[in-house]
């Protein structure tokens, strides 16, 4: 879901940089604003990726949460930040309504909170990573 919610922040983002202008060109020709919007699509691709190879192993039964616990604390700090920048790219009407964006912030903040924190997400990943230096010498290849 926080991927989706990405999706829609970088769709929404995309939509109005293309429509508006500001001083005389199009929103989305600032390069600012392009920077916004390629981190957006980075962050994107990632959640989506980290939440495959979640699946994978699930499917596969090797599934020790590893990945499960990644996706779920990346994929929500990514969808707020694909929020707050859906907001900074539409400015002043990021924050009215008849935009959306604004809606899509508050749903953001969910993805962090819902199911465990991301600190508690980010407890895990790193007793994941100690356990295996101290099993093998090397985080190379978790699974």
Same mark, same amino acid.
């Given at each position: 879901?926080?991927? &989706?919610?990405?999706? %829609?922040?970088?769709?929404?983002?995309?939509?109005?940089?293309?429509? @508006?202008? %500001?001083?005389? =060109?199009?929103?989305? @020709? +600032?390069?600012?604003?392009?920077?916004?919007? $390629?981190?957006?699509?980075?962050?994107?691709?990632?959640?989506?990726?980290?939440?495959?190879?979640?699946?994978?192993?699930?499917?596969?039964?090797?599934? +020790?949460? !590893? !990945?499960?616990?990644?996706?779920?604390?990346?994929? &929500?700090?990514?969808?707020?930040? $694909?929020?707050?920048?859906?907001?900074? /790219?539409? &400015?002043?009407?990021?924050?009215?309504? @008849? !935009? &959306?964006?604004?809606?899509?912030? %508050?749903?953001?903040? =969910?993805?962090?909170?819902?199911?465990?924190?991301? @600190?508690?997400?980010?407890? /895990?990943?790193?007793?994941?990573?100690?356990?295996?230096?101290?099993? =093998?010498?090397? /985080?190379?290849? /978790? $699974?």
């Amino acid at each position: 879901m926080a991927t &989706g919610l990405q999706s %829609r922040c970088i769709d929404e983002a995309i939509k109005y940089a293309l429509e @508006e202008k %500001r001083f005389g =060109i199009p929103v989305c @020709e +600032h390069q600012a604003i392009q920077m916004l919007l $390629a981190d957006m699509a980075i962050n994107n691709e990632l959640s989506r990726m980290l939440t495959y190879r979640s699946a994978w192993e699930l499917m596969t039964g090797v599934s +020790h949460g !590893y !990945y499960s616990t990644l996706a779920k604390c990346f994929a &929500g700090d990514a969808a707020n930040k $694909a929020a707050n920048s859906a907001v900074q /790219i539409l &400015g002043a009407n990021g924050y009215n309504r @008849e !935009y &959306g964006v604004e809606k899509l912030l %508050r749903d953001a903040k =969910i993805f962090q909170i819902y199911d465990s924190t991301n @600190e508690t997400q980010r407890n /895990i990943i790193a007793k994941n990573l100690l356990d295996r230096i101290q099993q =093998i010498g090397s /985080i190379s290849l /978790i $699974a």
